[in-house]
């Protein structure tokens, strides 16, 4: 009977992720754009967050599930550059079209703002290149992920709000929030958080339970279904409130972000807290220690992102890096023997796109407007 809890969860996940959609939308002309998104991360990743403790927990009391840890985050991570980012450009490149009536051939071009999140990406994974080569992940390494994180939400602190003439871009529901007067706008917006995360709290788990309960009818495997099915399940509110940024050409800057936030808070905080929950479950502090096979997994997502990082760096996204992006993730999707050979494409790939990068560092890029931003910011503040 659980399979038919997906008749009334799916329709609540849908609305709680409007409701966030909406809140991060207004939320960005009192707080900065990137700030409001790392905030709907956070909400949005909540399911994902449950599923990644659970399963910590089952490993601490069954060592034969602790490669279930492995499958289930790096997964989602994959998901969300060879899937999600994907996604963010389809979807916008048919509503472009669709709204012009003529050929659709544009990048998604990046705002400044968007440098902080782009380059927070790097020290995650270099750090986890440094947990790939010891092959644990201890306690220490929880707390350093932390911090990166939290750096990060310090820089996007610094950035300003947008400005009230851009409201104009809202949807309907949103704009007639930011009309409202003050501090009726801002409990509207808290209002709209404080509601999807209710909704998303009481509906992810029977959602995920009723997904997992049809997996289990077609026979789709506990492994495959830890690292795909239960986090695209888990990323659902995501990619509702990115197809509806998406839809418009002006907020598909906002939606590629929103997934770039989103495998921040999975590189750092999601992973994080892994070693705590796995300890608390033994009962001592512990280290999770992974085999060749998770070790594989992880160099697999950290080289996927990075190359993901190099498309980005240079503040915009084209057609055929989402498309490369994407076939690289179905295939392996599809074919998983081959995720060595995938590996090493992803990895020369990322080499040349590094090569590059250097060889036209004076071109605009994250790193510069990274450095403007910084330099405004200390204007501002004399």
């Known amino acids: 009977m659980e399979s038919f809890s997906a008749l009334w969860t799916f329709p609540a996940i849908i609305l709680a992720a409007m409701l966030i959609a909406w809140a991060a939308e207004c939320g960005q002309f009192f707080i900065s754009q990137g700030l409001a998104l790392a905030v709907l991360a956070w909400i949005q990743t909540l399911p994902e967050f449950a599923v990644e403790a659970v399963i910590a927990l089952d490993a601490a009391k069954d060592p034969a599930k602790i490669h279930l840890v492995t499958a289930n985050y790096t997964g989602s991570l994959r998901l969300f550059v060879g899937l999600g980012w994907p996604m963010v450009y389809f979807v916008s490149f048919f509503f472009a079209k669709l709204s012009r009536g003529q050929r659709a051939s544009w990048t998604i071009k990046l705002e400044d703002e968007h440098a902080v999140a782009v380059l927070s990406l790097l020290p995650a994974l270099l750090y986890f290149l440094v947990i790939y080569f010891k092959g644990t992940l201890n306690i220490l390494d929880g707390i350093i992920l932390s911090a990166i994180y939290f750096v990060y939400l310090y820089l996007l602190s610094k950035m300003p709000p947008h400005d009230e003439e851009e409201m104009e871009d809202l949807g309907r529901i949103p704009k007639a929030v930011m009309r409202l007067k003050r501090p009726a706008n801002i409990i509207g917006i808290v209002c709209f958080f404080i509601l999807g995360a209710v909704i998303l709290y009481f509906s992810a ?46 907020k598909a800057p906002m939606a590629l972000i929103n997934f770039v936030s989103s495998s921040i808070n999975q590189w750092t905080i999601l992973v994080a807290m892994i070693p705590f929950i796995y300890s608390f479950g033994l009962g001592r502090i512990a280290a999770v220690v992974f085999d060749d096979h998770q070790k594989l997994e992880i160099l697999l997502t950290i080289v996927q992102s990075y190359l993901g990082f190099l498309f980005l760096v240079s503040m915009d996204f084209q057609l055929f890096e989402a498309s490369a992006l994407f076939v690289l993730w179905l295939v392996q999707f599809l074919i998983p023997g081959i995720r060595v050979e995938i590996l090493w494409v992803y990895g020369v790939w990322a080499a040349i796109e590094t090569v590059r990068l250097l060889k036209n560092f004076e071109q605009r890029n994250a790193f510069h407007v990274f450095i403007k931003l910084v330099k405004e910011h200390q204007r501002a503040g004399r």
């Open 205 to 250: 788990h029977p959602f995920l339970n009723s997904m997992l309960a049809l997996a289990v009818s077609f026979g789709i495997s506990q492994f495959v279904f830890v690292q795909w099915v239960a986090p695209f399940l888990s990323e659902f509110p995501e990619k509702l409130s990115a197809f509806h940024w998406a839809r418009k050409v002006n």
